[in-house]
C-alpha cells in the first residue's frame, strides 16, 4: 500500500514539474536540433531476422488499426453528415502523430533520460531522430533494428489520441482537434509510454504490469476522452433527437481490422517471433471472442435483441481487456477477462453513461478506459509465473502474489490521473486560444459539408 | 386525367405494377420515402440509445391516369396491395390541369 | 380534404411531426429531397474541381388532412418549422379528388 | 398559381434548373425517382439470376410557379429536357390552392 | 479401389460411433476439467523464429478472411434489408468457434487421441487448452510455438462454419444458427479435421492429399450448406422477385481481402517460412487470377457482359481449388486448375442450380464444394513429387500414380458424406428444439430490424 | 551529362529494337513452350527463414494495395455510375496481369537476357515459370525462394498497369482496357523493370538509384496514364457538370490499405527482414505523414478547408516520392521529400491541371509521374552512404555527389520517354482493332450497367 502514500504523491508531483521542464526545454533543443553526430558507428549488431520479420508486420498490423480500423469503426456509428469528418480525425492524426513522435515525442519517450525526470521522460537525444542508424538498438529491443522499434511503437503513439475522437465526434472543431492532440501526444501520451514502459520509468520500477498498453493507450485514451466530452459538453439533441449510426457495415469492418491489427499490437509486444507472442496471440484471440459474447448475450438478455453493434462492441472490449495482460496470462486468465470486459463495458456504456448523463459519444471511456481498468487489475489476478518473460515472468493474485492487485491499481489510478489533469489543462489552453466547439448551425447542419467541404451520398 | 398517388408496403410493389400494366397503365414513377402512421414500428437500439423507429420504409407510387381509367386504377392498386394488416397505406387522387410528353410535346391524353 | 406538401430543413422533421401529431394528424409521408432556392449553398471541393452545392438538402412531408384541419396544419407547419432564416422551405396545399384506405378499402375522410 | 412536376432523365437536371432559372424562377425541389415506362431497362445479371431492370433512374423536378409563367415553365422543361429518345419524361401540372413561406409566413404568390 | 469396399464403409461406420463416444465423454471431460498439471516443463525447445514470424502473420491473415473478409463478401450480396443480419453471423460466429476451440474442438481435432476412435477424434487431453505452454509443441509443428499452431488452426475452424452461411442467409434464425454452428463445429469440423490432417487421421494414413484444407474446409462447409439449404428451403420470393445485391462493392472488398488472406491459408498450411510455402503462394496466386478471368470470359460469351460479381465468385472459386493442391503442384498444374474451377463453378452456380431448383442462396455449395472437389481431384493428377514435402512429395497421375487420384475421390466422398450426415441430424435436432426458419413477415420484411434492432442506409 | 549525348540516345533506340525483337520471338518462345527440363537440382540453398517471412508478409501487403487498396481509393472518387467499373478494372487487372506475368513477363524482367538486347530485356528462360522450383534462386533475391521473390514482383507488375486507370476511368471500353495493359505489361512494363532493377539493366548500370519503383512503378504508370488521357480526350460535361465522387470513405479506405500495404512495397524492397528494411519502413512512414499534412495545409490556406480527398491525396503522394528513396534516405530526407511531395503534387493536380486542361481524371499523372520525379530527383540529392546497401551505399548531393542528380534526371527522362512512344503505339493499335472508347449514351448514363450489368444503390 505504500505507494499511494506521500511518496507516491511526491512521485506523481515530480512528474508534472518533469512535464514543465519539458515543455521549457524542448524549444531549446528544437532550436539547436540534435546533437548531429551520429554515434561513431558500433560493430554492426547481428539482428534476427525472424524477430524483424515479425515486428516488421506488427508494425503494419498496428497502422491498419487506426487507417482505416478506427476511422471506420467510429465513422460508420456517427451520423451521416459527420461521417467524413470524423474518419478525416484519425486520418489526420495519424499523420500528425508520426510526425511529432520524429521530430520529438521518441525522443521522450524511448531515451533513458537522466536525473531526477528520469522517472518521467527521456531526453532530447533522439529529436528528428538523430543518432538513429542502421546499426542502433533500443534496449527495450535488443534483437531489431531500432529503425523498427521506433515506427512501431509510433503506431500505438498514434493510435491512442486517435481514440480520444470517440468522446468527442460531431461537435470539436477540427483546428482546435489538431492543436490538442499535438500537444497532448507530446506532453500527456510520451511521458506515460516512458513512465510505464522505459526501463526506467516510475511505474515500470515498481513493477506494474502492462504488455501491451492496458494504461498507456486504453486508460490514458479513454480518460482523457471522457475529460474532453465533459468539457464540450453534450451535443445539442443528444438524448431527445434519434441519432442514427450512419452505417454499421463500416464500424463492423472497423472492428475486425481493429481485431486483426490487434495481433499486432499485442503479439507484436513481445518485440519478437517467439513463444510469448503466440501466446499473446492465443489469449488476444480468446478474451476478444469470449467478451463479443458476453457483451451479444448481456444485451440479448437485457433489450431483447443481439445487435452487431453489441458484439462488436463487445470484442473491442475484450482487445482493450487483454492488453495489458496479453503477455503474462494463459487462456483461462484470458476467458474470465474476456467475460468481465464483456458485461461490465456493456453496463459502463449504457447503464453507467446514461444514469451519470456525460455524452461520452461512442464511449472512448466506457469502453476503453473502463475496459482497461478491469484488464489491468485482472492482469494482477491472473498472471502466471510461467508464461510471463518466456517462462520466468511475475505471478499474479492467484498464484499468491495479491500484492500485484495494488500495485495495478495504482498503476491505473496514477496514469488516470495524471492523464485527467495533463488533459484539462490542454484543453483549457486550446480553448482559450481558439475555441474549441463548432458553431451549432455546424454542429446541427453537419460537419462534413461546413469543416471539410464535401459529403457522403 | 388525374393524377395517383399511392404509399404502399415496399414488397408489393411490383405485383402492383404488374396489376396496373395488365389494365394498360404505360407508365408510372416510383420512389422511396418514409412513412408515419398508426402502424408502429419496431425500436432501434444503439448502445444506451434506444429509438422507437417512426417511421416505416414505404414505396409511394404517382401515376398520371385518364379520366375512365381511374375508378379502376385505384381500386386494383387497393386490392393488390391489400394485406388486410395494419400499414397498408394510402391512394389519393388529384386533379391534373394538363400533361405534356417531353419527348414530343404531345400534350392531354396524348401525353401518357 | 386537402394535400399539403411542405419542404422544410431536415433537423425540424421530428419538431414538426409531433406539432401535427399534436393537432391531430394520423398519419404523414416523408422524402428525402434536395432543394433550390434563394438560400445559397456552401462549395464542395475535390481536388482540382470545385462545385458550388447548388442543392440543399431538405425533407419533404406530405399529408392528406381533413379540410377543418387544412388551416391549422399549414400554420403548424410554418410555425414549427420556422428559423426564421432563409432556406426554411415552403408549404403548398392541393385539392384531393378522392382518397382510399387501402387496408379496407374505406374511401373519403374516413380513409385518413 | 400551379404546380409543376416533371420527370426528366437524371443529367438534364443542371440544364433545366439553369433555363427555368433564366425564365425568373426562385425555387424548385427535386428528388431521385425511378421510373416505368416505354423505355425498356437493361438487364442485370448477378450469377444464375437474370433481372430486367424494369425501373430506370429518373430525377422529379416539383415547382410552384404563379400562372403568367405556367406555360412558359412548362415549355421550357419540355425543350430543355427533350432528346428525342425513349424514355425522356413527362411534365403534369396541378392547381393549387394556397402556399405559404415558412420563413415569412407570407402567402399566395409572395410565398414563392 | 479397396477403399470403397466393406473396409472403407465399416471405417466410416467407426467415425460415426466415434462421435457418439464424442458426445458422451465430453459431459465427462468437461466436469472433470482437463488434467491441470502442465506436463513438468521439458528442457525449452528452439523454435525457428521465421517460421513462427510466419505462422504469426498468417494466423492473423486468415483471420481477416473472415472478418471483415466473408462477411463483405457474402453481406455485400445480399439484399439491403439482410446485410447487417449477414455480416452479423460471420462475426458472432468467430466469437463462437474461438471459444468452442478453445474449450474442446482443438483437443478433439489435434490430439493424438487412442484405441480404436483414434483415426477419427483426438482425445480430451487439450480441453480449455490445458497444457499448452510456452514450451509445449504440436508434433505436425514442430519448428513454432504450439499456442501458434492452435491458434492458426483456429482461424481455419472458424471460416469452415461461417461459409456455411452463404446457403442459409435472408431466413434461418439467428438464435438457430449459434446452435446449429456451435454443434457442428465439434460434430462435424473438428473430427473431419482430425481424420483428414492429424498423423494418426483415417484419411491421412490412407494417403489422401489436402494441403490446405480443400476437403476438411470446402466441401465439408459446401455440403453442410447445401444439406441446410434443402433443409430450410427457398427464400420467400425467390425466382420470382429480383434480390439485388445490396453492394458489389462490399462483396468485392470482401473477395479482395479474401483473396490476400488466403496466402496465410495456403503458404501459412508449409507451416514455415520456407520453399514449399514460397511455391504454395505462387500456385494461389496463380489459380485464382487464372479461375477469375476464365470465370469472367464464359460470363462475357454466355450472356454477353463480364460482371464484377462474375470476376470476384471466379476468384473465389479459383482461391477453393487450389487450396488442396497448393503444396503439391506447379505453376502448370495451378493454371489449369484456375480454368477448371473459374469454367465449371461458373456452370454450377448458375446452369445447374437453376436446374435442379435448390436455394443455395450464395453459391457456398456452388463455389466450395464443387471447386473444392475439382480442386482435391486435380491435386491428384497434377501433384509434383519434386514440389510436395520439401521436394520429397507424393507423385500425381501425370507422374504416373494415378491410383491417388482414386485416393482422392475417396476423401471426397468420405468426407461429404460424414459431413451430410452429421448437418443432417444436427439440423433436424435444433429445428425440433427451437426451429430453424424466421416468421414469414419477419423473411419478407428483412432480418435486420427484426432479428437486430438495426438497418443500413 | 554524357548520358544524354549521342550514346544516351543510341542505347536507347536499342531498346525499342529490342522489343521488336521481343514481340517477333515470342510468339516463338511461347509456340516451343519452355524447355521443360527443370535444371538438375542443385544442393538445396539454405534460405534464411526470417527474410523470407518478411517477402511472404510483404508480398501479401503488396497484393492488398491493388485488391481491395487501388479499387476503393479510385472506386471512391468516380461518379456513383461507375463505381463497379472502377473496381472491377483493378480486379481484372490483378487477374491478367498474374497470368502474363507467370507466361512471359517475369522471364522479360528478370531473367539475364544475353548479348545486344540484355540491358533492356531478359530471355524465355522462365517463360510459363519453367525452371522455377523449389531450391531455385534469383540472383538479386539470394536468401529467399525464387517463387517468393517472382510472386512478390508479380505484385509491383500488377499495380502499376492498375495505376494507370486513374487516368482512363469514366470513358474507356472494359475490352479495349483488357487489350491496352495486357499489352502494356509485356511490352513496357516488362523491359523497364528489366532496364531499372536487374543487374544488367541499363539504367541499373548507369548506378540510377530506385529502391522500390518510382520510376518503374510511379513514372511509368503516370505517363502511360497522361497519354492515355489525351488520347482519349475528356469526359463528356468534364469542367462545366458537377463530377461528385461517390464516397469518399471508400476513398480513405483505399487510400489506408495503400499505405499499410506500401510497407510491404518500399519496407519489401529490402528483400529482407533486415536494417534496410526497417529504415525503409521508418522513413516511408514518415514522408507519408509529412506529405498528407503538407497537401492538406496547402488547400487549407488555398481554398480554406482540409478536406479528405485532400489529405488522402496527399499521403499517397507522399508514399509515391518516398518509393525510390526509401532505401536510401534517412528521416530527415524524408520529411523533405514529404512536404515537396504533398505542396508540388498540389498544385499539379489542381492548377497545373486546370492550366493544361488534359483530363487525368483521377490524377493518375499529377500524382504519380510528378510524385515519383520528385522522390527520384530528391533520392540524388539526399541519398546517405550510411543508409543504402546495409551501410555501404551511394552518397547523394548532400554528400557532395551531386552527379547522382544528373543520373536519376537520366532515368526519370529515359523512362519516360520510353514509357510514353510505347504507350501511344499501343493505344493507337487497340483503337484501330477495337476502339476505345465507349458510345456517348454509355459515358453519360454511366458504365456500371452498360458494361457490367450491374449497379451500387
Ligand atoms: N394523412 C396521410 N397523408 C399522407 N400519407 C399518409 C397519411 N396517413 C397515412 N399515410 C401513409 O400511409 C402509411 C400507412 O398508414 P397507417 O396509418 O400506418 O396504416 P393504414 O394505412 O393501414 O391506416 C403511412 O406509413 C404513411 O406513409
Ligand atoms: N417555387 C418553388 N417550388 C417548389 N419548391 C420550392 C420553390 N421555391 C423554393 N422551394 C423549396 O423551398 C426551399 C427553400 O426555399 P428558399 O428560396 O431557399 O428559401 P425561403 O423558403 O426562405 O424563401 C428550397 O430549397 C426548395 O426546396
Ligand atoms: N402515366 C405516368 N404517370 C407518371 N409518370 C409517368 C407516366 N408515364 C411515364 N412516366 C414517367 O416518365 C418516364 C418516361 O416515360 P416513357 O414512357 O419511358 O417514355 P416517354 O416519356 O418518352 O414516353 C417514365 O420512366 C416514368 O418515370
Not at chain 1, 100 to 122: C, E, M, R
Not at chain 1, 440 to 445: A, G, I, P
Not at chain 2, 34 to 46: C, P, V
Request: net charge neutral.
Amino acid at each position: 500500500m505504500k505507494h499511494f502514500g506521500s511518496a507516491g504523491g511526491r512521485a506523481w508531483g515530480t512528474a508534472l514539474a518533469a512535464i514543465g521542464t519539458l515543455v521549457a526545454s524542448a524549444g531549446v533543443a528544437l532550436a539547436q536540433t540534435a546533437p548531429a553526430a551520429a554515434p561513431a558507428a558500433p560493430p554492426a549488431p547481428k539482428f534476427d531476422s525472424g524477430d524483424t520479420a515479425w515486428m516488421l508486420a506488427s508494425t503494419a498490423l498496428v497502422l491498419l488499426m487506426t487507417v482505416p480500423g478506427l476511422a471506420l469503426y467510429y465513422g460508420g456509428m456517427v451520423r451521416k453528415m459527420n461521417v467524413l469528418a470524423t474518419v478525416m480525425q484519425s486520418f489526420a492524426i495519424t499523420c500528425l502523430v508520426t510526425v511529432l513522435w520524429t521530430v520529438v515525442g521518441y525522443s521522450i519517450a524511448f531515451t533513458d533520460g537522466s536525473g531526477s525526470t528520469q522517472p518521467f521522460i527521456g531526453d532530447f537525444s533522439r529529436v528528428m531522430l538523430s543518432g538513429m542508424g542502421l546499426n542502433s538498438v533500443n534496449s527495450l529491443a535488443s534483437t531489431i533494428p531500432e529503425s523498427v522499434y521506433m515506427t512501431y511503437q509510433m503506431t500505438f503513439a498514434i493510435i491512442t489520441p486517435a481514440l480520444i475522437c470517440g468522446s468527442i465526434v460531431d461537435r470539436m472543431k477540427f483546428s482546435a482537434l489538431m492543436w490538442f492532440i499535438g500537444l497532448w501526444s507530446i506532453l500527456v501520451y510520451s511521458p506515460i509510454a516512458h513512465v510505464v514502459w522505459d526501463g526506467n520509468g516510475y511505474l515500470a520500477k515498481l513493477g506494474v504490469l502492462d504488455f501491451a498498453g492496458g494504461t498507456v493507450v486504453h486508460i490514458n485514451s479513454g480518460v482523457a476522452g471522457l475529460v474532453a466530452a465533459l468539457y464540450l459538453g453534450k451535443r445539442k439533441g443528444y438524448g431527445t433527437q434519434p441519432f442514427h449510426p450512419h452505417n454499421l457495415v463500416f464500424s463492423l469492418i472497423g472492428a475486425s481490422l481493429l481485431w486483426v491489427g490487434w495481433f499486432g499490437f499485442n503479439a507484436g509486444s513481445a518485440v519478437g517471433a517467439n513463444a510469448n507472442a503466440g501466446m499473446a496471440m492465443a489469449v488476444t484471440q480468446i478474451a476478444t471472442a469470449m467478451a463479443g459474447l458476453a457483451w451479444m448475450f448481456t444485451e440479448w438478455m437485457v433489450k431483447g435483441k443481439p445487435s452487431v453493434l453489441g458484439i462488436i462492441s463487445g470484442a473491442v472490449a475484450g482487445l482493450v481487456g487483454i492488453t495489458p495482460a496479453s503477455g503474462f496470462v494463459d487462456p483461462e486468465g484470458a476467458l474470465v477477462i474476456g467475460i468481465a470486459c464483456g458485461v461490465l463495458c456493456y453496463f459502463s456504456a449504457t447503464t453507467l453513461k446514461n444514469l451519470l448523463g456525460y455524452d461520452d459519444s461512442l464511449d472512448a471511456f466506457g469502453v476503453h478506459a473502463v475496459g482497461g481498468a478491469i484488464g489491468a487489475l485482472l492482469t494482477g489476478v491472473f498472471a502466471r509465473a510461467a508464461i510471463g518473460s518466456g517462462g520466468k515472468g511475475t505471478a499474479g493474485g492467484l498464484e499468491g502474489n495479491w500484492g500485484q492487485v495494488l500495485l495495478q491499481l495504482e498503476g491505473i489510478v496514477g496514469v488516470a490521473v495524471f492523464c485527467a489533469i495533463g488533459t484539462l489543462i490542454i484543453l483549457k489552453v486550446v480553448d482559450v486560444v481558439i475555441g474549441l466547439r463548432v458553431d451549432e448551425e455546424v454542429e446541427r447542419d453537419g460537419l462534413d459539408l461546413a469543416l471539410h467541404g464535401e459529403t457522403v451520398p | 386525367m388525374k393524377y395517383v398517388i399511392a404509399i404502399i408496403k415496399p414488397f408489393k410493389l411490383d405485383d402492383v405494377r404488374e396489376a396496373l400494366m395488365g389494365l394498360g397503365v404505360q407508365g408510372l414513377t416510383v420512389s422511396e420515402v418514409k412513412g408515419f402512421g398508426r402502424q408502429k414500428g419496431q425500436t432501434e437500439i444503439y448502445r444506451g440509445a434506444e429509438y422507437s423507429v417512426s417511421f416505416l420504409p414505404k414505396v409511394k407510387i404517382e401515376l398520371a391516369v385518364v379520366d375512365e381509367l381511374v375508378e379502376r386504377a385505384v381500386e386494383t392498386i387497393q386490392r393488390t396491395a391489400n394485406t388486410g394488416r395494419i400499414g397498408d397505406g394510402k391512394v389519393f387522387v388529384l386533379d391534373v390541369a394538363q400533361a405534356v410528353r417531353i419527348r414530343t410535346g404531345e400534350a392531354g391524353d396524348a401525353a401518357l
